[in-house]
Every structure is written in structure tokens, then in C-alpha cells.
């Protein structure tokens, strides 16, 4: 096939094919414009002062610090998550009509390889696109916030640009990595000439994530022990600590967002076993029949709670150091206080940017779930409309709506916040000494109530929204298509 | 007064009319097949008659009571509880069993699990597909598949029937096979059937003979033909 009719096929859809392949550019260009902004952090140069190495021309602390940088950097890619998983979801948009197209095409005399090479290369175009868009609003962001102030500070690095081959590799990696994303999604998909068949695993979830989450904990608890052990070259044991703390985060990560598949099996179960009413039964049997629905949906929902519960607990045990460290000070010299209030505010404020990332991750976490709903029930809008016409209520389908969308998401929320919680406690130990004087660092109930509030808020306004798509996938008129 | 009437149906997809004035009864036990070619308006006719779409002209009566002024919520009780309602394919709910899929309009109208369980499962038994009780649509062929749709059609005893091209994604045998239990069960219930079709072999199953042609009734006088059986 040449180049020209690959592009034009796949160019070549109805309006919800032009939605997807926007919503694809769309988080193709925030991904990038979130990846160029960690690249630029990490060239800003730094000079050597006293106390440490920093870049004083910078108004920030968190930019002007070098130490500080690396957090704001793996910020910045954590963003990325909810963004890359939102464009996983928006791949799923209008795909009974591309399913029908690419059966079409292959009708026509298309390869299986073709078609899926039609499917990939519109992920890929889509994604150039929004790279393209996310390079001109990085070079043109730069240019709009370069304002230094009346010292000659500025409040962003908008006066380092990274490498031109890091910016290439961005440019390139993102719409390649989209594409090989596409081509993974379709591979349980075979593109026949009378349809699309889509194999799906009937086999229920086994708990063998719980052991994820486990081995998740252990490794981030061996960090501080095995600290005291490498007392050799600091950049070494640095290199090596991190690597075990990031694969402990992982672990745990992906252990809770793949549990979420066996908790989603378990209770449909249940609500089968014991609902008594149709909107459950219909519920819990849509739970059972495709339980990693929610480990997909909920994957960058899930990802971010679990990084915010972490942050929660990392808050609590800093401020409970710091309380320790002012009570140690009281009793050496009752009438002085060690730690500046000056002090205390940078590192809580530090800790606020970073909630302000997760709310930020969580929005967009959401967004990919309204999408994945929607989808979902257009995809069934068919067989809904045939149960209202046969006298269903609406209500009750929609109860099923919420109740299928509502339980994964809370139990997997709780083991989210949960894990994270338990991630820093077993990072930083359940109390804090010094001189002295030993404090039990608290379990933050009120923060990890407040982000479980909010992600549940979350998921309610994208039932919410789904139901609207519910009230119009039901409408008779879908009987006649 | 006929069981269930129609008069002066008028119903439009945009700029396009799909009915042009229709008149129709139908009395109770009888099984009227409406026939006519792709496109004339059979199935328009059909949701107007069952309530699922409101005319944009005319009355529909059911039993003296004028049905396509009640409210949505009104008609899709009317549905649930008099009614039954038979569609080409695409109607039983994917996740679940069969047996729960016949179940479900008794589970809706307020019936206990193992009282519908038990219903369903003698619904099952008389369309010939007790086997396939915990089988899950997937798992069954086309014509099981529509018989479990009977089954779930019938399992309210509805007083009417709406079956829209019922056999139309079936082979000959599997179709006959529907039609035959349908019609079956649907007289010893005395249960008034309407069907839709464009096949003159499924029309033969029914008492009566409706053709349409572009939105209204044959003006050939071929429009209604007499007992077929």
C-alpha cells in the first residue's frame, strides 16, 4: 500500500473518528509540552553557593535549588500518566464504527497487517499533530513568561532551551510510542472481512496483585536500612536507592491498578450473590463478565491517588520531624525555636505544588474516564435501546451505569490511598526521634479523606455525565440502526 | 371496538415520511403479519403500535384506552407489564445468562430471584433451550439465542406481542423453529401477536396479512389478505 492511501484511509472516518483523532493530538501536545518542561529543569545550570548548588536566577526555590529539582522534574513526568492514559482511552473512542471500517477495508482486499497499520498510522498523524501543536505552545509559553522581575529573576527557566536532539527525541518518541500503543490495544482484535472480532479473556482475575503490592512495600521499607549500608560513594548508593525506590513504587502501582480487575470480579460476585434487585444483578454481571474494565479506566485515577496518598503520608511524617525537632529545641533552650517558620513554609509548600500536580493528574484522570464511559455505553447503545423498548426503565439502567462505575472505583480508591499511606510509612518508619524525643508520625486520616472525597466526587460527576450519554444512547431511534 | 387500533398513523424520520395515514385493527388471539418491502414503514408501524415511538399524527387504542398520549414513563410500564416485545437480534443483555435474561422482566416487575429462576427456567424448557439455562448469549447459536428472546418475550404473559423480522438473522430451519413455538405458545395464551416481515413464508404463519407499501396501506386492496391458516 502506498503511503498516500495508508494516510488517506486513515484520515478517511465519520465524526466521532475526527473527536478521537483530536483527543489524541490534544494529549499528545500535553504530553509533550510536560516532558519538553522536565527537559528544560534539568539543563538549568547551577552555580555553587556555600550551603549547596543553586540558580539564583530563578525566584522559586524549587527551580532555584538544585536539590529541589529532581522532585519537580518527576512531577512534571507523573503528569504525564493521566495524560498518556487519557489518550489510551480516547483510542477507544468511536471504535465500533473504525471497527466497521477497517472490516470494509479489509472486504476490499486489505491484509490483517493493513488494517492494522491504517488504525496505527491515524494514532500516529493525530499524535504528530498534537506534538507539532505542543512544540509551538512550549516555544511560544517560553516567550510569553519570560519576565524577569525587578531584581532580573524570573519565575520559570525560560532561558534554557534543552538539546535539540533531547527536543527531537520527544517529538519522535511520542507519536511512535502512540502508535506502538495503538498497534498493543489491537492485538487481542482480529480485522476480518465480516467484522471485528475482539478476544477477551473469560478466565476471572486471581489475587496474585496483592503480592505486587507486598513486594511494593518491602522494597520501598529496605530504602532507609540499606542507606545506612552503602556508606561508600555517595552517587552510587544514591543511584541504587532510587532505583529500588522507584521500583517499589512501581510494584505497589501496578499491583493496586491491576488488582482492581480481581476486586471488580469479587464484588460483582457478591452483588450477584446477594442483590436482590435488577439494576445490581445487570451491574454485577457486567463486573464479572469484564472485570479489568476497571483496571483500565480507573489505571490513572488509581496511579495518582496512590501518589497522593504517598505524599499524605511523606507530609505527615515531615511535619511530624518537625514538631520533634521544636520540642527537642524547647528543651535544650525553652525560650528558642531552631526552625525558622520560614523553613517549615517551603517544604509544606513544596508539599502543596505537589497536591496541586495530583489535583491536576485527578482531572485529567477524569477526563479519561468520561471518555471511557461514554464510549462504553455508546458501544452498547444498541442493546440498551432494546431494553427500554421492551419496557426497562431508564432509571434502572442507569443505576447499573453507576453501580458498575461506582464500586470498582471506591474499593480501588481505598486500597489506592491505603497503599500509599503504607508506601511512606514503610519508607520513613511510623515515628520520628530526635535528641531524645520520639513522636508517632499520625496516619494523615484528613488529607487521605479529602483526596478519597475528591476522587470520589471525581468518579459521581463522570456517572453524572455518562447518564447523559445514557438518556441519548437509549433513545428508540437507535432501534432502527 | 378493536382490541388494538390504529388510525390515521403519521410518522416522518426528518423530511422523510414513514407513514402516510395509516388505519389498522387487530382483535385479541389473532396473529396479523404486516408485510411490505425494505423502507415502507413496517417496523415504524410496529414501535407506533407498541408505544416505543409516539406518531406524529393519529391515535393508537389498546383495549378503548388512547395510548400514544400517555407519558414515556407510562408507555414503558405499558410495555413491561401488557406487552411483549420481539426484535431481529441484539436484545438479550450479553453479560448475562440466559435463564437471567428471561428472568429479568419478572426481577423488574418486582418477582423474587428464585421465583423468576424457576419461571424462566420453565420458559426455557418449553422453547427446547433448558440446556443452555447458565449459557451466556455468546455461548449459543443464533436460533437458541432467539428462542431465549421468546422466552423472555413470553415469560410476562403479555396480552400482545410486537415481533419485529424475528427470524430475519436466522436460516430457514432455525427459523421456522422460532415461529413455530412462537406461534404455539402464543395461541395457547391467547396472545395477540403482531409481526413484522418482508418473508411471504413467515407472514404465512400469521391469521391475517397487512401489506404495506410506501407508508401507507396497499391502495391495491391487496392491502389485507384473509386467513392464511
Not at chain 1, 447518564?467 to 433513545?475: I, V
Not at chain 2, 423530511?15 to 395509516?22: C, D, E, H, I, N
Not at chain 2, 428471561?102 to 420458559?123: D, I, K, M
Amino acid at each position: 500500500m502506498k503511503p498516500g492511501t495508508l494516510v488517506r484511509l486513515a484520515l478517511a472516518g465519520t465524526r466521532s473518528d475526527t473527536v478521537r483523532v483530536a483527543l489524541t493530538g490534544l494529549s499528545a501536545g500535553l504530553a509533550t509540552l510536560a516532558y519538553l518542561a522536565a527537559l528544560t529543569v534539568i539543563v538549568i545550570p547551577t552555580v555553587e553557593d556555600g550551603g549547596g548548588r543553586v540558580s539564583p536566577q530563578y525566584r522559586h526555590a524549587l527551580i532555584a535549588e538544585a536539590g529541589l529539582r529532581p522532585g519537580v522534574v518527576v512531577v512534571l513526568v507523573l503528569l504525564t500518566v493521566p495524560v498518556l492514559a487519557l489518550a489510551g482511552q480516547c483510542a477507544l473512542l468511536g471504535a465500533p464504527s473504525r471497527d466497521r471500517r477497517l472490516s470494509a477495508i479489509r472486504l476490499a482486499g486489505a491484509s490483517p497487517g493493513q488494517a492494522i497499520a491504517i488504525a496505527a498510522t491515524e494514532t500516529g498523524l493525530a499524535s504528530v499533530l498534537g506534538t507539532v501543536v505542543g512544540l509551538g505552545a512550549y516555544f511560544g509559553g517560553r516567550e510569553f513568561l519570560h519576565r524577569p522581575d525587578a531584581d532580573g529573576r524570573l519565575p520559570l527557566p525560560t532561558d534554557v532551551v534543552p538539546p535539540v536532539w533531547w527536543i527531537a527525541a520527544v517529538c519522535v518518541g511520542i507519536p511512535v510510542v502512540a502508535m506502538l500503543f495503538a498497534v498493543l490495544q489491537l492485538r487481542r482484535v482480529a480485522v476480518t472481512p465480516f467484522g471485528v472480532v475482539r478476544r477477551v479473556r473469560t478466565r476471572a482475575p486471581l489475587p496474585w496483585p496483592g503480592a505486587l503490592i507486598v513486594v511494593g512495600l518491602i522494597a520501598t521499607a529496605t530504602v532507609v536500612p540499606l542507606s545506612r549500608q552503602l556508606e561508600g560513594d555517595p552517587e552510587e548508593s544514591g543511584a541504587l536507592l532510587l532505583v529500588v525506590l522507584l521500583c517499589g513504587l512501581g510494584c505497589a502501582t501496578i499491583g493496586v491498578v491491576t488488582g482492581t480487575g480481581w476486586i471488580s470480579y469479587r464484588t460483582g460476585w457478591l452483588m450477584h450473590r446477594f442483590g436482590r434487585r435488577p439494576a445490581t444483578l445487570l451491574a454485577a454481571r457486567r463486573l464479572m463478565a469484564d472485570p479489568w474494565s476497571g483496571s483500565r479506566t480507573l489505571a490513572a485515577l488509581l496511579a495518582c491517588l496512590v501518589f497522593g496518598g504517598g505524599a499524605a503520608g511523606v507530609r505527615s511524617s515531615f511535619a511530624t520531624d518537625f514538631e520533634a525537632e521544636r520540642l527537642a529545641a524547647q528543651r535544650s533552650d525553652p525560650s528558642g525555636v531552631i526552625i525558622e517558620p520560614r523553613d517549615t513554609d517551603f517544604y509544606f509548600g513544596a508539599f502543596n505544588l505537589v497536591n496541586i500536580a495530583i489535583g491536576v493528574g485527578l482531572v485529567i484522570a477524569a477526563g479519561g474516564l468520561i471518555v471511557a464511559l461514554a464510549e462504553s455505553i455508546v458501544s452498547r447503545r444498541r442493546a440498551y435501546a432494546a431494553l427500554v423498548a421492551t419496557g426497562v426503565p431508564r432509571s434502572t439502567l442507569a443505576k447499573a451505569v453507576m453501580w458498575q462505575s461506582l464500586v470498582p472505583a471506591a474499593a480501588g480508591i481505598v486500597v489506592a490511598l491505603a497503599v500509599g499511606a503504607a508506601l511512606s510509612q514503610s519508607l520513613f518508619g511510623d515515628e520520628v526521634e530526635r535528641e531524645g524525643i520520639v513522636l508517632e508520625v499520625p496516619v494523615p486520616v484528613d488529607d487521605l479523606a479529602l483526596l478519597g472525597a475528591g476522587a470520589v466526587a471525581a468518579v459521581l460527576a463522570v456517572v453524572g455525565v455518562g447518564l447523559l450519554f445514557l438518556r441519548a444512547s437509549t433513545a428508540l431511534e437507535e432501534l432502527r440502526v | 371496538m378493536s382490541y388494538l387500533s390504529a388510525r390515521g398513523l403519521v410518522r416522518s424520520y426528518g423530511r422523510t415520511p414513514a407513514l402516510r395515514g395509516v388505519n389498522l385493527d387487530v382483535e385479541e388471539g389473532e396473529i396479523v403479519a404486516v408485510t411490505g418491502p425494505s423502507g415502507c414503514g413496517k417496523s415504524t408501524l410496529l414501535h407506533c403500535l407498541a408505544g416505543i415511538l409516539r406518531p406524529d399524527a393519529g391515535e393508537v387504542t389498546y383495549r378503548g384506552r388512547r395510548i400514544d398520549t400517555l407519558s414515556e414513563g407510562a408507555r414503558a410500564a405499558l410495555r413491561r407489564t401488557e406487552f411483549g416485545v420481539l426484535f431481529q437480534f441484539g436484545q438479550l443483555v450479553a453479560e448475562l445468562t440466559a435463564a437471567e435474561n428471561v428472568a429479568l422482566p419478572l426481577l423488574l416487575a418486582g418477582t423474587g430471584r428464585r421465583e423468576a429462576r424457576t419461571a424462566a427456567l420453565s420458559w426455557l424448557d418449553r422453547l427446547g433451550v433448558a440446556d443452555f439455562a447458565d449459557q451466556r448469549p455468546g455461548e449459543m447459536s443464533g436460533g437458541q439465542q432467539q428462542r431465549c428472546a421468546v422466552a423472555r418475550a413470553l415469560v410476562t404473559e403479555p396480552r400482545v406481542l410486537f415481533c419485529d423480522e424475528p427470524t430475519g438473522a436466522l436460516d430457514s430451519l432455525a427459523g421456522e423453529q422460532v415461529l413455530g413455538h412462537l406461534v404455539r405458545l402464543a395461541r395457547e395464551q391467547r396472545t395477540t401477536v403482531v409481526l413484522v416481515t418482508h418473508d411471504v413464508q413467515v407472514a404465512a404463519y400469521g391469521d391475517r396479512e397487512i401489506m404495506l407499501r410506501d407508508g401507507a396501506a396497499d391502495p391495491t386492496g391487496l392491502g389485507t389478505v384473509a386467513a392464511q391458516q
